[in-house]
């Protein structure tokens, strides 16, 4: 007896949606603990959505996030041949029966019946096949069907509560419950572990499976386990929606997130490691994850503590590590890679890797994106500083006492010894004597220099962009506001 087998098995849909990146993480989490196998299936049979293109990006954001598979990617359409005879064999053997009724027919009879849905009137007709004919699953008319739920334990559908519903459609397409219970069948899938919004379809698929191992010429094959994740909500509580909610993950990569703090976060969507630290290691996650342990409440999708939980791996990083992640966003020539659209603020030939390597401990503690840094040391490699307007006028062109701290800070800046401390020191003093806070003597210092009101340690900053440059802003930043 080998180990488990699991599969993930998304729907390609142009993006990688963080839910199919917590299935597939849950998927992946429980084969590596088990000693499994973790299959990747890209269920692509809706032709609309069949694109090359969005099935490397399905593969190319489990490589991001460190999904590895062992067996596939397969294709769903490569097992069309199985999922016909499949549903052959269950028509052979009575559990499926050609239906000629058109909707507008169907509507006009159920109107005012008491069970919704199709009403069963060709199970005994005998129709005989043809272009214009689905075939219906003949569902019992008592009794219940149990989905064995490792998560929400057994969860009974009564019968009655669920129409003959179509398998195969007139033009010959078999639908998706049953191609992908074959499919799993096929590759023996184990556990079949996938979102909530699955599970009305689930006792369907245990219908089937439990009608083609009564097909004589149909080798049986055991009935998976089932696991169905909570939903994943957003602030409101409602359904993450695709158009108003941030939901790929490939614009969160674009902006600078850690893959390893993306997936512990995914983790922590409807399970939590034991103990009180949230920020656990990957091996930690393989160790600990039990999917019986997932709760069945929803889960809110938390994008302010994702990105505080990204914070915390962007400072655990040792300081070449840092340098190493940052650089797609900082020198993307290097690494062949830019992330999404984005532009770095200077050229090539503006930027130096040697400067970078020393301001990088500034910003390492101060940005929760690797996305943020640019914006952070621009004005460390700009030969013009860009200025934040609103700041500008703030501090320094409607404020006369912050121009009168430019003028003493050029005086002093041109004498002192250039080090961070002394700088701190002179500023303190220069803004004592007009009767300033350090935090506000600051602020005109810190504009002219960075054109912002927020970035990386001041004086350390001055300290590296040399007294040259620093003088220079300052004597700009004066005649800018007098210009
Ligand atoms: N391809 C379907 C989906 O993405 C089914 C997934 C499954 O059974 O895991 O919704
Ligand atoms: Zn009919």
Excluded at 23 to 39: C, D, P, V
Excluded at 134 to 157: N, W
């Amino acid at each position: 007896m080998t180990g488990p087998r699991v599969r993930f098995a998304p729907s390609p849909t142009g993006f990688f949606h963080v839910g199919s990146a917590r299935t597939s993480l849950f998927n992946w989490l429980f084969a590596r603990q088990t000693g499994g196998t973790f299959i990747l299936r890209i269920e692509d049979t809706d032709t609309e959505r069949n694109r090359d293109e969005w099935h490397r990006g399905i593969i190319a954001a489990m490589a991001w996030l460190g999904l590895d598979f062992d067996e596939g990617p397969f294709l769903q359409s490569e097992f069309l041949f199985d999922h016909v005879a499949s549903a052959e064999a269950l028509f052979a053997n009575g559990f499926l029966y050609a239906c000629d009724c058109t909707r507008e027919q169907i509507d006009e009879r159920i109107k005012g019946n008491a069970k919704p849905g199709y009403d069963g009137h060709c199970r005994e007709r005998h129709v005989a096949r043809s272009d214009a004919t689905a075939l219906r699953f003949r569902v019992p008319d008592t009794g219940t069907t149990v989905v064995h739920d490792m998560i929400r334990g057994d969860v009974e559908f009564p019968h009655d509560s669920y129409e003959d519903f179509i398998v195969v459609k007139s033009s010959g397409a078999v639908l998706y419950p049953l191609a992908n219970a074959v499919d799993d069948r096929t590759m023996e899938i184990t556990h079949v572990i996938r979102g909530e919004d699955l599970l009305p379809t689930t006792p369907k698929q245990v219908m089937m499976w439990e009608a083609l191992n009564h097909c004589p010429e149909v080798t049986p094959v055991p009935h998976p386990l089932y696991a169905h994740l909570p939903m994943l909500v957003n602030e409101q509580r409602k359904k993450l929606s695709k158009r108003k909610d941030p939901v790929a993950v490939e614009s969160y990569r674009d902006q600078g997130y850690l893959a390893d703090a993306f997936v512990n976060y995914l983790a922590l969507l409807g399970w939590s490691p034991r103990g009180d630290d949230e920020i656990v290691t990957r091996s930690t996650l393989v160790e600990q994850f039990r999917l019986g342990d997932v709760s069945h409440s929803p889960a809110f999708f938390d994008v302010r503590k994702l990105t505080h939980v990204n914070g915390e791996y962007i400072r655990a990083l040792s300081i070449d590590e840092f340098i190493e992640q940052s650089a797609p966003w900082v020198r993307p020539w290097t690494t062949g890679w830019r992330p999404g659209d984005r532009e770095v603020p200077w050229t090539k030939e503006q930027f130096s890797e040697e400067l970078f390597a020393k301001v990088a401990p500034l910003v390492q503690e101060r940005v929760a994106t690797l996305g943020e840094i640019p914006a952070m040391v621009d004005f460390f490699f700009q030969d013009e500083v860009s200025f934040d307007e609103v700041t500008f006028d703030k501090t320094i062109a409607n404020d006369p006492v912050g121009r009168e701290l430019l003028r003493s800070a050029i005086t002093t800046f041109e004498t002192v010894q250039w080090q961070a401390s002394v700088l701190h020191e002179a500023t303190l003093w220069m803004g004592e004597a007009l009767g300033m806070a350090l935090r506000k003597s600051q602020a005109p210092i810190r504009c002219a220099v960075t054109g912002r009101s927020v970035g990386p340690p001041l004086f350390e900053s001055l300290e590296l962009l040399g007294r040259e440059v620093t003088l220079t802003r300052l004597r700009d930043a004066l005649a800018r506001a007098n210009a």
